[in-house]
């Protein structure tokens, strides 16, 4: 156990569909990273947020955006839907440069 | 194409040692890291290297880095059914973990 816990657990989409993933973090822990984790592939960047700003991004578009709140919780955010979004999306805290700790993930399945 | 760059399979037979090697690109990362995925889930850190160490172990795990080379092994003595999992090697850049594709480890009796 980690500490970190992520909602919904499985989601089912279609294309063209709006989708919001949670992520609370480990207690603690002001800053939060999201990564995309495709079938059979490691999991890739795509942004982090600290002290509720972005302050890194990985390389993906603009329909991929997120939140962080006061309590340090966030959510990732993806519009406009496509097929290629279906993956495992991680999210992991970590206080200052310490280690990273991540979640057990949300499976996005985009029909 | 990925920075970090892993074997995709390894066969063990249970009671033998597993070694999962690594190659890296960024030679100013500061950590090197080892995380375990079970099916379906998500990603337990293993163990961690600083970067000017060769050699870490932590119980049945046992890390070398070769800086020169930039290649990491992570070496599972006295491999268990319970390590079927895929591992992970990741370099870290700034913020940012950048992970190989994994290594599939299936433990046979």
């Known amino acids: 156990e980690t500490g970190v816990t992520q909602s919904p657990t499985h989601l089912i989409k279609t294309r063209g569909q709006q989708v919001t993933l949670r992520c609370s973090s480990q207690?603690?822990?002001?800053?939060v990273s999201w990564y995309q984790q495709a079938l059979g592939q490691g999991p890739q960047f795509i942004f982090q947020?600290?002290?509720?700003?972005?302050?890194g991004r990985g390389n993906f578009p603009p329909r991929f955006s997120g939140l962080q709140f006061p309590n340090y919780s966030s959510e990732l955010n993806v519009n406009a839907l496509e097929l290629d979004d279906s993956a495992l999306y991680l999210c992991?805290?970590?206080?200052?440069?310490?280690?990273?700790?991540f979640g057990p993930g949300t499976r996005l399945t985009v029909l | 194409g990925e920075d970090v760059e892993q074997s995709l399979f390894l066969s063990v037979r249970e009671g033998d040692s597993s070694v999962i090697n690594c190659t890296y690109t960024d030679s100013s990362s500061t950590y090197l890291y080892w995380y375990k995925q079970e099916p379906g889930a998500g990603l337990q850190l293993l163990t961690y290297?600083?970067?000017?160490?060769d050699m870490k172990q932590d119980q049945r795990l046992t890390v070398l880095l070769n800086k020169k080379d930039k290649h990491l092994s992570l070496r599972i003595a006295d491999t268990q059914t319970g390590d079927s999992a895929i591992y992970f090697c990741?370099?870290?850049?700034?913020?940012?973990?950048?992970f190989g594709a994994g290594t599939t480890v299936t433990v046979r009796a």
């Open positions: 207690s603690g822990h002001n800053t």
């Open positions: 992991a805290s970590r206080s200052g440069s310490d280690t990273q700790y």
């Open positions: 290297i600083f970067s000017n160490m």
């Open positions: 947020y600290y002290r509720e700003e972005e302050n």
């Open positions: 990741a370099e870290i850049n700034d913020y940012k973990l950048s």
